[in-house]
């Protein structure tokens, strides 16, 4: 009876197969455990898989940050132009009404914040509103063309009397305003002030 023959072939394992009669049988059963091996659960002994590493969530953070100090957007410009983009500004407003104040320190977000959709519930945070508008004229003239102008007024009219006696000019913008009828009808020197500045 001839003897198997042994050939020695270096596959991508290193390893050595025979031609013998029913190696391939062998070959075929061993590669079916391992294929079962790794669907299975992983285990802690497991050397082909490795150690099992489980997966944790990270730490959630306790730090919650502090509000803007008023100072900090006093000094800082950016900061100031940041918050007079801010949509929720009315509700900060609400709760510290220096932030207008530290806002209004520039003429650039002061011109922004007179642009803003909700200066109506600004000014009513902070009633000094309109006279810290109307210190910058590009914010004056901005302040004029927004629709909420007559409730700002109207809780400072001190503002638009500087403003008219600095501009007159101003007055004749402020008779286009689509609210006009009511700004008279809430503050009456209004209208006494337009005319003899016209």
């Known amino acids: 009876m001839a003897e198997p023959t042994v050939c020695r072939q270096q596959g991508n394992s290193g390893a050595e197969f025979s031609k013998a009669p029913g190696s391939k049988m062998v070959a075929l059963a061993m590669a079916a455990a391992v294929v079962l091996a790794g669907a299975g659960p992983a285990s802690a002994d497991d050397p082909l898989r490795g150690p099992v590493i489980e997966k944790q ?43 207008v ?5 520039f003429p650039g977000p002061a011109k922004l914040l007179a642009r803003h959709r909700h200066l109506a519930e600004i000014a009513e945070a902070d009633h000094y509103l309109c ?20 409730q700002v007024i109207r809780l400072d009219p001190e503002g638009i009397y500087r403003a008219i006696d600095r501009d007159p000019g101003v007055a004749s913008a402020l008779t286009k305003h689509i609210m006009f009828n009511q700004m008279i009808v809430d503050t009456p020197d209004l209208g006494r002030v337009i005319a003899e500045h016209i």
């Open 57 to 99: 969530a990270p730490p959630e953070s306790k730090h919650v940050p502090d509000a803007i100090p008023p100072e900090k957007i006093k000094t800082d410009i950016f900061v100031a132009y940041g918050l007079a983009k801010a949509p929720w500004l009315d509700k900060a407003a609400a709760a510290d009404p220096s932030i």
């Open 131 to 150: 006279r810290r508008l109307t210190r910058w004229k590009g914010a004056t003239g901005v302040l004029i063309r927004n629709r909420h102008a007559d």
């Open 101 to 105: 104040e530290a806002i209004c320190q």
